[in-house]
Structures are given as structure tokens and as C-alpha cells.
């Protein structure tokens, strides 16, 4: 069976529950061997936002993912020079496992923008699969989209979760807001968030 590799990629300030349930639901139902968690310093998305430090990410990240073996901090886009274009991160994947499959893990926003991104065309011939992470009751017309990028719908495998209403932009506003933000993080991480003082504004 050929080993299947799943890419997620992210921001992740901070990484939450909601990320880990909809990572773990998309290693089950899409059968990846592995899943890498590929940290953005800033994402193409995102420019014009502040995002925290890399340092503190990383550190979060890796402490949420601590307790999973098959989920992997992943540094293919902290080695490259920005912008890091998740086009770019796919073919040096696909170099280093040449014998692999590639699963590209996606919101379904990220989806519906995606043929806005660096070298779509590319980046849909790239993957074996795109998993699409969606609530219950989402929905995606993936025929208006396949007619922006074609060949986008035979690629989508969507994986269903269970309906969180939790967002790093959320527990960012609670901290700052000095709101309980406990049960929204591993424990690790809501640890860190407080002992380095995050989100708090001051």
C-alpha cells in the first residue's frame, strides 16, 4: 500500500482543540500514514495581520502535538525564505518521498479561495487528494468551483467533524479580554499562553 502523507498547514496562533479533532478525524477517514503540521512564519493569506512570534508558535505547536505519534511538526516552510507558497511546499514533499502519496488538508474557505492562490493548476496536479475539513451543514459547490480550476472535484475527499465553534482569532480575543480560555487548548499550551503572557494586548 502506497504510504499516504498528509499536509496541514497553518498559522496556528495559538493551535487549538479544534484543529486537533479536525486533524485526527482527517487521518482516519482519509487514511494518512502520516499527518506533518507545516508552520507558516507568514502566510501569503495573512499579510497586513500581526501574528505572534514565530518562537512562541513553534513551541506551541509542538507542545500540542506532543501526545500524537502520527501528527509531525513539520519546518518545510520555517527553511524558506518568505513567501512560502504551499505549492512550493508540496514539490519538495513530494522529493523527499518520492514513493508517497500527497493529501493536501484544507478549510472549506481555503477551498473556495483556492483557485486564487500561487500556481493552482499546479498545486491541484500535486496532490493525490484534497481533504476538505468541513462542519455539519457546510456546504461547497464544488461544480462552480471545478469549472474556476478543472480537475479540482475529482481531487476533493471531504471529512466530516464535529461542529466546534472555536478559533485561534476567538481565544485570542478572550485572553485579551482576560475570558476563561482553559478548555479550549491542550494543557500544554494554555500553560505556555500564560506563562509568556500571549494575546493579552498590554
Not at 502506497?2 to 496556528?12: A, D, E, H, M, V
Not at 516552510?77 to 513530494?94: F, H, K, N, S, V
Request: aromatic share 6%; proline share 7%; net charge neutral.
Amino acid at each position: 500500500m502506497t504510504p499516504n502523507i498528509g499536509l496541514f498547514g497553518g498559522t496556528f496562533d495559538p493551535p487549538h482543540l479544534g484543529h486537533l479533532i479536525l486533524a485526527s478525524e482527517a487521518r482516519q477517514q482519509l487514511q494518512l500514514t502520516r499527518l506533518l503540521w507545516a508552520l507558516t512564519p507568514v502566510s501569503p493569506h495573512k499579510v497586513g495581520n500581526l501574528i505572534t512570534e514565530t518562537r512562541h508558535r513553534i513551541e506551541m505547536l509542538k507542545l500540542a502535538l506532543a501526545d500524537e505519534p502520527a501528527f509531525e511538526f513539520s519546518t518545510l516552510e520555517l527553511d524558506r525564505p518568505a513567501p512560502q507558497y504551499t505549492i512550493e511546499t508540496l514539490e519538495i514533499l513530494q522529493r523527499q518521498n518520492p514513493a508517497s502519496d500527497l493529501t493536501l488538508l484544507l478549510g472549506a474557505d481555503s477551498l473556495r479561495g483556492l483557485h486564487t492562490w500561487h500556481r493552482p493548476a499546479d498545486l491541484v496536479r500535486a496532490c493525490r487528494a484534497i481533504g476538505v475539513m468541513r462542519r455539519p451543514g457546510e456546504s461547497v459547490h464544488l461544480d462552480a468551483l471545478d469549472a474556476i480550476l478543472p480537475g479540482l472535484a475529482e481531487k476533493v475527499r471531504f471529512v466530516d467533524a464535529p461542529l466546534l465553534e472555536i478559533s485561534s482569532r476567538e481565544i485570542r480575543r478572550r485572553v485579551k479580554e482576560g475570558l476563561e480560555f482553559r478548555y479550549f487548548v491542550p494543557r500544554a499550551v494554555y500553560e505556555y499562553i500564560r506563562e509568556h503572557r500571549l494575546y493579552e494586548g498590554k
